[in-house]
């Protein structure tokens, strides 16, 4: 039972365009959401994060958007550039229950051409 | 501020064998955890540790234990080794709090032969 999915295995985007990666969860005890950037044999980095009180935050050049009703959210990145190509994994977790436990989806890799 | 260590990064062991992958958590986390990363799986939670204890557990058989030291450093051990035991084994440290993030180290790479 894939709780966290990511149907995009693969994302191509100009550079200077803006990216939007999509993820989809299924477990309504999900009240914390991540965003991970992960490069070959390194671990995931912590990109931004978002509480499920909250349908929007920002960070620089990310912006995460939670919709609870859909049980959906995205990730996007304006502009684009070619060093942010890498492999993206969102995440969520039930805090109350497990803080340490995160449920990751399968990832999506972004490539941004020059 | 250093982050999330782990050593060592590489490993090759053969079936049956055991080993101890070890991590130092970023200064001042106090929760410690563990996943799988595999091409068929994904990353897959192990166990979760929080002031020497374990605090959750994933869907892995008993030859994954882990344990945790009062300076917060952990430890996981694999014991019998499989072939399919061959992933990148991560540790992530966080404050265990409701706006902390899990930070990751570069992982160990495990190789089974």
């Known amino acids: 039972d894939q709780q966290v999915k990511q149907n995009s295995p693969s994302l191509s985007v100009q550079e200077g365009r803006i990216s939007i990666l999509n993820c989809d969860y299924t477990?309504?005890?999900?009240?914390?959401f991540l965003w991970y950037k992960k490069y070959p044999a390194e671990g995931p980095t912590f990109l931004i994060s978002?509480?499920?009180?909250?349908d929007k935050n920002e960070d620089g050049r990310f912006t995460v958007f939670l919709n609870k009703s859909a049980k959906h959210l995205s990730l996007h990145i304006v502009p684009s550039q070619p060093g942010d190509s890498a492999v993206y994994f969102c995440?969520?977790?039930?805090?109350?229950?497990?803080?340490?436990?995160?449920?990751f989806g399968q990832g999506t890799i972004l490539t941004v051409h020059p | 501020k250093a982050g999330v260590t782990q050593t060592p990064r590489y490993l090759i062991k053969t079936r049956g064998q055991q080993v101890t992958l070890s991590c130092s958590p970023i200064?001042?986390?106090?929760?410690v955890s563990w996943y799988q990363q595999t091409p068929g799986q994904g990353l897959q939670f192990l166990f979760e540790?929080?002031?020497?204890?374990?605090?959750n557990k994933g869907n892995f058989p008993g030859r994954f234990s882990g344990r945790q030291f009062s300076n917060s450093r952990s430890e996981m051990n694999v014991s019998t080794l499989e072939l399919g035991d061959s992933a990148l084994y991560l540790c992530?440290?966080?404050?265990?709090?409701?706006?902390?993030?899990?930070?990751f180290g570069n992982g160990t790479r495990l190789t089974v032969t």
């Open positions: 992530a440290s966080s404050f265990r709090d409701n706006n902390s993030p899990l930070h």
């Open positions: 477990n309504s005890m999900f009240d914390y």
């Open positions: 978002i509480s499920s009180i909250k």
């Open positions: 995440a969520a977790s039930a805090r109350g229950t497990s803080y340490g436990k995160l449920t």
């Open positions: 200064s001042g986390h106090r929760s």
């Open positions: 540790y929080f002031s020497e204890t374990q605090r």
